[in-house]
């Protein structure tokens, strides 16, 4: 127990080893579809469902 508490930063370096994952070329084909989907949603149904609300009158 000893060992840990006094470890110094050259042990304590020793298993800290991090590497990133590459992201699949389908993962970013699926989120580039998503994206477009919604923006085309968005143009689509939101827009003229908000410009409906807003200029009908009560």
């Given at each position: 127990m000893s060992d840990v508490e006094?470890?110094?930063i050259?042990?304590?370096?020793?298993?800290h080893?991090?590497?990133s994952?590459?992201?699949p070329?389908?993962?970013r084909l699926m989120w580039l579809g998503f994206w477009i989907f919604t923006v085309v949603y968005?143009?689509?149904?939101?827009?003229?469902?908000?410009?409906v609300e807003l200029f009908t009158k009560m």
């Open positions: 006094h470890s110094t050259q042990t304590d370096d020793k298993f080893h991090y590497s994952n590459t992201i070329w389908y993962v968005t143009i689509r149904f939101l827009f003229p469902a908000i410009q």
